[in-house]
């Protein structure tokens, strides 16, 4: 029940077990689970928690129903103190609630964009088709890249691997990236895969070939290696539709989104 923790913030087996026995007196109203100082806790808040669940992919169980009424009857208990510490009135708590409120109202307007706009089987066999298409006379390359932290290391290093250190070595030896552990391997990738600074190089470097010196991008400098140079090879349709409809998805939510904000009136202090 890992992703459960996104959800709830109260380790809430002390809170239910004195929680409840306080309530035991009162009424539970029809279509209610609980009440919390004469405030009823409805089945609409329960199935809502348990349907944001599933969307995480947890299934619904007596457990998980247990743990969500305990969860919401704690967090109600505490916000109805804060509240009475006056706590909802201070400042930085209205700023906060109301970034909340803003975010939540942005991804419920995107969520109802997509579902009423979902993207068809044509338009993504059509972008598949696109993307081969453009791709079809490019090369893949495997790269190697040890990461420094500034020039005059990563020249210290590439003179060491040209007296002949592997390069492997030297990666899982000073690396900074995470791919230090396979000795520098990132993987077959297209130029278009690739930070263009570093891809500007890769493309004219052959089989085997080192970049004769470090190269500057945003987090910091690196070391790169050609291990390998192949045409590329589309994967088929069905391997690669899912990644295909994601990609079409993500474009349609920021045009989306950029349509919205660039029809707002907006006016900017300088």
């Known amino acids: 029940m890992r992703n459960q923790a996104r959800l709830f913030f109260i380790a809430s087996t002390f809170v239910i077990s004195c929680g409840l026995g306080a309530q035991a007196q009162q009424r539970i109203p029809v279509g209610s689970f609980a009440v919390v100082n004469s405030v ?8 809502q928690v348990l349907q944001n669940n599933a969307a995480q992919g947890v299934k619904d169980s007596p457990e998980l129903r247990n743990l969500i009424r305990s969860e919401l009857i704690g967090r109600v208990a505490l ?11 201070q400042d930085a708590t209205q700023m906060q609630l109301e970034l909340l409120k803003q975010n939540f109202l942005a991804e419920t307007l995107i969520a109802n964009y997509m579902a009423k706009n979902p993207i068809d089987d ?17 090369k893949e390359y495997r790269i190697y890249s040890i990461l420094l932290s500034d020039e005059a290391t990563a020249k210290l290093v590439l003179a060491s691997v040209r007296k002949g250190e592997s390069f492997e070595k030297a990666a899982k030896d000073k690396s900074l990236d995470g791919s ?4 520098g391997d990132l993987g077959w990738l297209l130029p278009e895969q690739i930070n263009p600074v570093i891809a500007n ?13 470090p190269i500057q991008v945003q987090n910091g400098w690196h070391l790169i290696k050609v291990d ?12 690669s539709k899912v990644q295909v409809r994601q990609g079409l998805q993500v474009k349609q939510r920021n045009e989306y ?14």
């Open 201 to 213: 190089v890769v493309v004219n470097l052959s089989k085997g070939a080192i970049a004769a010196a």
């Open 79 to 89: 916000s109805q103190e804060a509240i009475k510490q006056n706590l909802d009135k």
């Open 122 to 138: 044509s338009a993504v066999r059509a972008e598949y088709d696109r993307q081969v298409a453009i791709l079809k006379d490019s």
């Open 228 to 239: 390998d140079v192949r045409a590329f090879s589309p994967p088929k349709f069905d391997d």
């Open 40 to 47: 009823p806790l409805s089945n609409a808040m329960l199935d």
């Open 257 to 270: 989104v950029n349509k919205i904000i660039s029809t707002s009136g907006i006016q900017v202090s300088e």
């Open 180 to 183: 230090k552990v396979n000795g």
